[in-house]
């Protein structure tokens, strides 16, 4: 009996350290782990913590506040245009509902806990911006109508909405899906939105020559154990990131390191830290979590067919005449001053 009971002792330790083993990912052909496939960020948590949270673990009180308020903000965004199953909707000359949401409306989970911000240091969830880092930030984000350069990066397809093609990748409204594809000496990255595609060189760690700067950095990457380590310099100086809950612009001395690592057959955990001595009194942090996605990733034709920014010009021009016009145009003469009513004529007594 007493030899029974230490085998089924035993056995409850070696059921319990089989669930204590940590996962191990999936290997490709040449031994590492394997990231390739279809990925998503689409979540409710913003970048920065927004002020109904108070920490980085969000309540369930919280957590519904903040969902009730974004739908209360975006409304009709979330609503479907049409019946699935009812055919094409019937044609119209101005559709009610131009744009759409296509988003997970729940705060992301990391370890099974709601968070409140992807930023984790610092501990309020805030970007530690410098005088300077606040200031070049707004300035990338000022728009003008003088010409196309004026003009949101997004508007004239160079850089995706809301930042998720990074770095780092932020989650966005739409489109926030990624295939990750990997070589012994790449890892590309497609993003969704605006179909750009991150090469990440896997042979050295020499950057570029700091003269030539683009829109997605130039990245080099490194493994660490299980994690792909991504190091990315020679960002396009006044560029801004700006995902949900906030964002910044690089500077000539901006650099970044990604860390993916496969926790989960469902889940890559992607984590970031942002040095900038020019735009943060510190390096800063953030986790997301990746989760898969049903796909396929679509074509994002941005702008084709679309007449939107030359006709935001041309109506900035006609304001321009407008007010010209009315500058020009001579003053109209004073009105005379209207004369008091005449007095009554005395009578004669």
Known sequence: MRRLTYLIAALAVLAGAAQAAPYRAPRTSTGRPDLQGLWTNSSLTFMQRPPVFKNLVATEAEAKTMEAGFNSLVGDLLKPTADPKGGAPAVVKEAPQADYLEM??????????????????????????????????????????????????????????????????????FNANYQIVQTPDHVAIEIEMNHDVRIIRMTDRQHAPEAIRLWLGDSVGWWDGDTLVVETANLRPGVSVAGLGGGFAYSATTRIVERFTRTAANEIMYEFTVSDPASFKKPWSAQMPMRPSKGPIYEYAC??????????????????RAAAEAAAKPAAPAAAPARPPAKPAAKAS
């Open 303 to 320: 702008h084709e067919g679309n007449y939107s920014l030359a006709n935001a010009l041309s109506g900035a021009r006609a304001e321009e």
């Open 104 to 173: 997970d409306l729940h705060l992301a989970k990391v370890n099974g806990q709601m968070r409140s911000s992807w930023i984790v240091d610092p501990a309020d969830g805030k970007i530690p911006f410098t005088d300077a880092g606040r200031k070049a930030n707004r300035a990338a984000n000022t728009d003008t109508y003088e010409g196309p350069e004026g003009r949101p990066l997004s508007e004239q397809c160079l850089t995706a909405v809301g930042s998720p093609d990074g770095p780092p990748m932020l989650n966005t409204g």
